[in-house]
């Protein structure tokens, strides 16, 4: 598994809880997208030295559902550049449910 600087793994001890924190900065916009929802602005401000403003936005385009909450996501859409804000992602089976539904 990759070495992160201590800083970081700290960060990410503290915004994904329930993974071990070199398991969560492997996949960088999971990371990066709990990090926009639940990180304070220490946290943020840490990861903005290992992370540049493109991973943001690529984060937030490939932001898995469930993850963000409105707030967070309007917030974060509107200080990366992302206007309109889109709709934030939603869970794919729940969209499959909604057509099958239509039948």
Do not use: C, K
């Not at 970081?8 to 398991?23: D, G, I, S």
């Not at 401000?45 to 559902?65: G, K, Y």
């Amino acid at each position: 598994m990759a070495r992160y600087p201590s800083e970081l793994t700290n960060v990410a001890h503290e915004v994904v809880w329930f993974l071990p924190p070199e398991q969560a900065l492997s996949d960088p916009d999971f990371f990066l997208a709990h990090l926009m929802t639940y990180g304070t602005i220490e946290e943020i401000a840490v990861s903005r030295n290992f992370f540049t403003h493109e991973q943001f936005v690529h984060a937030l385009e490939n932001a898995p559902p469930g993850v963000f909450d409105a707030r967070s996501w309007t917030y974060w859409n509107t200080v990366l550049g992302r206007l309109p804000v889109p709709p934030m992602p939603r869970r794919r089976f729940l969209q499959d449910a909604e057509l099958n539904a239509d039948r």
